[in-house]
């Protein structure tokens, strides 16, 4: 069987059409579309058509704008780190965490310095989780400490060292001028020098967190978006289960 390339799906598979969506400090006008076109056009698309635009105020629009490309990806150029432990489900990881380890993991959670968001935090730790999947607080097996946004690194080590906590779980959602790898790498910078980071798992998320982001980072583990409380609670579990096992 013949290998095959991956192309955008627009209309009809392989048709390369692609969707953008930009800013640019331009008028709302025929100007700032024939801008945004000649953009598009110098990165080497075809056929394209500027179908919607927005006036931002203070000189800049916001255009949509539609597409076509020639380039693919070979699937065999593809790699990617990723976090491989299996996943179970809340009743299961319960059970695991009973059988291999014979007591409740403590986690510490928040959304560190500035950040305010903490909607990804809120979805792994509290009790009601996201999209049917429950947070760790409903799971027998873990004590849940959600300390909330803007908490400073300090507080959530100190938080974590009093609970002599098994984990620390750091959300970042704001990511203006890469201020999350700036807030990731303090926090670890911290960590260590208080000779805390091999005592207890460091696991942080967020949007344009990877899991290869992560471990350069110095983490144990990054999670992305679509992620929920068992991707999470799993990996913890059976990290801590092979730790104490070793």
Known sequence: MKDVIIRPYGDTSNDGKMQFSFTLPVPADEYGKE?????LKQIGLEDIEVCGMRDMNEGFTHFIAYAVT???????????????TPVMDMEATDAYIKEHLGRKITVVG???????????IDAIMNMKGYRGRFGLERYKGFVAINMGAQVLSEDLLNKAREVNADAILVSQVVTQKNIHVK??????????????RDKMLFICGGPRI????AIELGYDAGFST???????????A?????RQNR
């Open 226 to 236: 679509g992620t929920y409380a068992t991707d999470v609670g799993s990996f913890i």
């Open 210 to 213: 990877s899991h290869e982001l």
């Open 238 to 242: 059976i990290t801590l289960a092979a």
């Open 70 to 84: 020639d380039k693919g990806v070979d699937p065999k150029d593809i790699k990617v780190k990723v976090v491989d």
């Open 110 to 120: 928040a959304c560190i310095e500035s950040d305010a968001h903490t909607v990804g």
């Open 35 to 39: 801008a945004a076109r000649l953009l």
């Open 183 to 196: 807030n990731l790498t303090r926090l670890i910078e911290l960590a260590e020098a208080e000779r805390l």
